[in-house]
């Protein structure tokens, strides 16, 4: 019998090269990236709006002007907001806008009514958004 080892026979045992750990490492941090993007996209679509206008209702003046009324409810109150109202047409397309200012009140909702000017005959009015960075010619003084 001969005194042959297995490492004689087979070779030394390979060594597996490391690189499987470093892709792991990525893998796992660009899942958590993503996680926390997906996660800052859905609480910016659906967290409670510090300010939020709805439509009542509009009113069609004449050819040239719509009354929009609606309502801006406030967590504080006390804070002035801002409104962008719209006019469109029977096509959809945007005929009028306007920016209306509301003034701090007691109460968390107001109603208000405002009436947009349109460069083409106005078929539906809505609230595009409100906000509560209120730009400074907006202010009442």
């Not at 990525?26 to 926390?36: D, K, R």
Request: aromatic share 8%; glycine share 8%.
């Amino acid at each position: 019998m001969s005194s042959t080892t297995l490492t004689d026979r087979y070779g030394s045992t390979p060594r597996r090269p490391r690189s499987g750990n470093w892709v792991k490492w990525v893998l796992t941090g660009l899942v958590v990236i993503a996680g926390i993007g997906i996660a800052s996209i859905g609480y910016s679509k659906f967290a409670v709006n510090e300010v939020e206008g709805k439509q009542i209702y509009f009113d069609i003046i004449d050819n040239r002007t719509m009354n929009i009324q609606f309502t801006v409810t406030r967590e504080d109150p006390s804070q002035p907001a801002v409104c962008i109202i719209r006019t469109r047409s029977k096509d959809g397309s945007e005929t009028g806008r306007r920016e209306v200012y509301i003034a701090p009140s007691n109460e968390s909702t107001v109603e208000v009514t405002a009436p947009v000017h349109t460069s083409h005959p106005p078929a539906v009015g809505d609230v595009y958004g409100c906000s509560l960075n209120v730009p400074a010619y907006l202010h009442a003084g």
